[in-house]
């Protein structure tokens, strides 16, 4: 089809035609060789062709494959990675979460030790004025003890039955 009309063409072009008189018969079957040939030779040309289109069709399929492995792969992990991301999300909440309450908890803290140092302090304060007040007791209670003994003294001085002892 195509390429008979090119042959024509080239038969045309390069002087020969069927159609003159002057042809013999021996020129006629050269003619038909050489058509011939020329078909032939058009012929493993398309052959190659469909052949080389083939591999290649075949090599586009197998590309096309390859992609599309890698193409669901790909959006296997990007679903993957969408899940852990989430996860992630949700355990940064309850993260973030628990440190608000702790960050309470410890100012909650922080104000019952504060309440607590005041206590003690009170306490240590406390203990302190009890321990002046002791010592001063203990002090008293000497000074008592003394003058009870200075008193005694005096009064074996006046009693005149003990002043031969006192002597």
């Given at each position: 089809?195509?390429?008979?009309g090119s042959h024509v063409q080239a038969i045309k072009s390069s002087g020969i035609s069927s159609y003159t008189a002057s042809?013999?018969?021996?020129?006629?079957?050269?003619?038909?060789?050489?058509?011939?040939?020329?078909?032939?030779?058009?012929?493993?040309?398309?052959?190659?062709?469909?052949?080389?289109?083939?591999?290649?069709?075949?090599?586009?399929?197998?590309?096309?494959?390859?992609?599309?492995?890698?193409?669901?792969?790909?959006?296997?992990?990007?679903?993957?990675?969408?899940?852990?991301?989430?996860?992630?999300?949700?355990?940064?909440?309850?993260?973030?979460?628990?440190?608000?309450?702790?960050?309470?908890?410890?100012?909650?803290?922080?104000?019952?030790?504060?309440?607590?140092?005041?206590?003690?302090?009170?306490?240590?304060?406390?203990?302190?004025?009890?321990?002046?007040?002791?010592?001063?007791?203990?002090e008293l209670e000497k000074t008592k003890a003394a003058l009870e003994i200075s008193n005694d003294k005096l009064k074996l001085?006046?009693?005149?039955?003990?002043?031969?002892?006192?002597?």
């Open positions: 089809m195509m390429g008979s042809t013999t018969d021996c020129e006629c079957e050269e003619e038909v060789v050489s058509l011939a040939s020329m078909v032939e030779k058009i012929m493993k040309n398309l052959r190659l062709g469909i052949s080389q289109l083939r591999r290649s069709l075949e090599e586009s399929r197998s590309a096309n494959e390859r992609l599309q492995s890698l193409t669901q792969k790909q959006a296997q992990m990007i679903e993957d990675n969408t899940l852990y991301i989430k996860e992630l999300e949700d355990m940064d909440k309850v993260l973030t979460q628990n440190v608000e309450e702790l960050l309470m908890e410890i100012k909650e803290i922080e104000a019952e030790v504060a309440r607590w140092r005041e206590a003690c302090e009170l306490e240590v304060e406390a203990g302190k004025k009890e321990v002046e007040e002791r010592g001063k007791l203990q001085k006046e009693d005149p039955r003990c002043t031969n002892f006192l002597m």
